[in-house]
């Protein structure tokens, strides 16, 4: 086991980098325990200046006491910002677009605003002057991944500070004995404290550890924040109406939203109707299978709709492409590569698809469910003369499909006359 001073040695072979370089690091900072002993450490093992980064993306929790947290411990340059609108705007809208789910159940709520912080991340530190970021993401994590992975594209010779891969605070003892010993301020919250670690914003709320460690565990009912269960949902359905525009919610019920507010009043309506639960066992990309537990009512809704808008108005074999191109799309944005070529190249086909997608689709939820009861598009390409099983007028000739089943068996034929000479 290494002490301290043999990580601080260890650290600075193995980041190429002498800690006397660094002067000045910009800290992405939530207020808590782990980053709050993390802006300490850094001033301790670095001696450096710690610039701190706080940004709402609507995890529900007042980030202004991160502010008063920083000043406390010494630090001068504080960045508290809203980036609500620009989480959503940017980043959420844009992947749903794409139908995004990562192994065909994970909304992808923790992976899309990394992408967004680590951009800030890296703007800061080109705007103080700084030499290095640093993050509080552990090394079991995807997480550390995204955010390094998302920097070093917007910033390629940016230095990344990870404590958790350098230090010996490997346990919540160590953390709170050294939180003790420098005077750091730990909220002791009244009540039972989670054992879970939690991340929220506007797309989702995730949980993992404690029971969930164990994938044969319920979880306990105590544990959703953000929606009743199904069974307790009220015994009357919510009916929405959701407006687009080239893909994008715009309008809820008739009433004009920006992205942000969409998702706050979808993860409110659906909150209360028991929408949006998840339990899923995933594969991280650093190797190992991780369960988590999510609540995510807007995205539930939001994807629903968003796949009833293009039945209606895709073209099949476009569609069609998309769903094949879809996990790869999550799998980038999952694995930290969203400012990658390959992603931006994506987006631009998904982009050219979504000129079309415009109308509106009409809801119902119901104790967990999500139902589509109708759509309708100045852009529909359902044709009822077509479609129809009355009388349609000639706009179809059955006579047709004869043709077109004896091709398509053509080969189906062929190999069934070989088998049968055998």
Not at 12 to 25: D, R
Not at 137 to 154: C, I, P
């Amino acid at each position: 086991m290494y002490n301290r001073a043999q990580f601080r040695i260890f650290s600075k072979f193995y980041q190429g980098t002498e800690m006397s370089e660094i002067k000045k690091v910009v800290l992405a900072y939530s207020g808590g325990l782990d980053t709050s002993i993390i802006a300490k450490w850094l001033q301790e093992e670095y001696q450096c200046e710690v610039v701190t980064f706080t940004a709402d993306i609507g995890q529900g929790e007042e980030v202004e006491p991160a502010r008063a947290k920083a000043k406390a411990m010494g630090i001068k340059e504080i960045y508290i910002e809203d980036l609500r609108e620009e989480f959503a705007r940017d980043f959420v809208f844009p992947m749903l677009r794409a139908n995004a789910m990562y192994e065909g159940e994970y909304r992808l709520g923790t992976s899309i605003a990394r992408p967004l912080i680590a951009k800030r991340l890296v703007e800061i530190a080109q705007e103080v002057g700084a030499d290095a970021i640093s993050h509080g993401a552990t090394g079991k994590g995807n997480d550390q991944v995204r955010f390094e992975l998302n920097a070093y594209s917007l910033m390629p010779d940016v230095k990344v500070i990870a404590p958790w891969r350098e230090w010996d605070l490997l346990s919540r003892e160590k953390l709170m004995a050294y939180a003790d010993e420098h005077g750091i301020q730990i909220e002791n919250k009244k009540g039972k404290k989670s054992p879970y670690s939690m991340d929220a914003n506007l797309l989702h709320i995730s949980y993992e550890g404690g029971i969930l460690e164990e994938p044969h565990s319920e979880p306990e009912e105590d544990m959703w924040l953000w929606t009743v269960s199904p069974e307790n949902a009220p015994d009357s359905p919510t009916y929405v109406e959701l407006s687009f525009e080239k893909g994008d919610i715009v309008a809820i019920n008739g009433e004009a939203m920006s992205p942000a507010t969409v998702m706050e009043y979808l993860n409110k309506v659906g909150g209360e109707n028991g929408i949006g639960r998840d339990d899923i066992v995933e594969n991280r990309f650093v190797g190992m299978k991780s369960r988590g537990c999510y609540e995510t009512p807007a995205g539930t809704i939001m994807l629903k709709a968003h796949r009833a808008m293009e039945s209606l108005t895709l073209d099949r074999n476009a569609a069609h492409l998309k769903d094949e191109l879809m996990p790869k799309y999550a799998e980038m944005i999952y694995n930290g590569f969203w400012f990658a070529p390959e992603r931006e190249m994506l987006q631009a086909m998904i982009d050219k698809s979504q000129e079309n997608v415009s109308g509106m689709v009409r809801l119902k939820l119901y104790k967990g469910n999500v139902v589509v009861v109708g759509r309708s598009s100045e852009n529909s390409l359902f044709d009822e003369m077509i479609a129809t099983f009355e009388e349609d007028g000639g706009a179809y000739n059955h006579k047709d499909a004869e043709g077109f089943i004896k091709l398509n068996a053509l080969r189906l034929r062929t190999s069934a006359k070989k088998r049968a000479r055998k």
